[in-house]
């Protein structure tokens, strides 16, 4: 329906009664084609708005469940300061992390860490700790927790095999995330 004025042409919807009019002059075979039609539209419909759900949707693992990996040889030390075999350290790098990890190209990618500066000279490594680390036991994780590690690495009484990597390393708390690194010489694989 249109309505013309001063030249300009304008729709208007059809009223109430009109549209009820049309449905009841509907034969049976126009009301099983018009019910076709909404069926139709109905089905495709609901296919674009799953189309668009699944494009926008991401797939997350769930929590909890089982992890089991196979190791040759039984662990004798589950704690990384102590751990000397492949088993050793295998058992260790799936319990504890560490600042800086490996992804599966062999690219350090941060762990513990948010973000490393490493001075020009090389010779400074300052890490600041990501934000809600925890332990397992919920506790969090702070500067101090990094500082004991590398105490007991350095302990003679406990006798580490990291002992070594870690001499001549000054190791600082700036403050309860961020810790400073100073080696007495360039070290290109300190991370």
């Known amino acids: 329906m249109e309505n013309q004025n001063n030249g300009i042409r304008r729709f208007?919807?059809?009223s109430k009664?009109?549209?009820?009019?049309?449905?009841?002059?509907f034969t049976k075979l126009e009301w099983k084609v018009f019910f076709g039609f909404v069926l139709v539209l109905l089905v495709s419909t609901l296919a674009i708005l799953q189309t668009i759900n699944k494009s926008f949707m991401v797939e997350v693992p769930m929590g909890g469940g089982a992890f089991s990996e196979g190791i040759v040889g039984s662990p004798r030390f589950v704690n990384p300061v102590l751990a000397t075999s492949d088993a050793d350290l295998d058992v260790a790098s799936l319990i504890y992390s560490g600042f800086m990890r490996k992804?599966?190209?062999?690219?350090?990618i941060p762990d513990l860490a948010e973000k490393v500066d490493v001075s020009k000279d090389g010779l400074v490594?300052?890490?600041?700790?990501?934000?809600?680390?925890?332990?397992?036991d919920g506790e969090p994780v702070t500067a101090d927790d990094i500082l004991f590690t590398i105490g007991e690495i350095n302990n003679p009484i406990i006798k580490s095999p990291r002992k070594g990597s870690w001499d001549g390393i000054n190791v600082e708390k700036i403050d309860e995330k961020t810790i400073q690194f100073t080696l007495k010489q360039p070290y290109a694989s300190f991370l």
Do not use: C, W
């Open 17 to 25: 009664p009109e549209i009820v009019s049309a449905f009841l002059s």
């Open 125 to 136: 490594y300052t890490f600041t700790l990501k934000e809600n680390l925890t332990f397992h």
């Open 103 to 108: 992804n599966p190209n062999g690219e350090v």
């Open 12 to 14: 208007k919807l059809p």
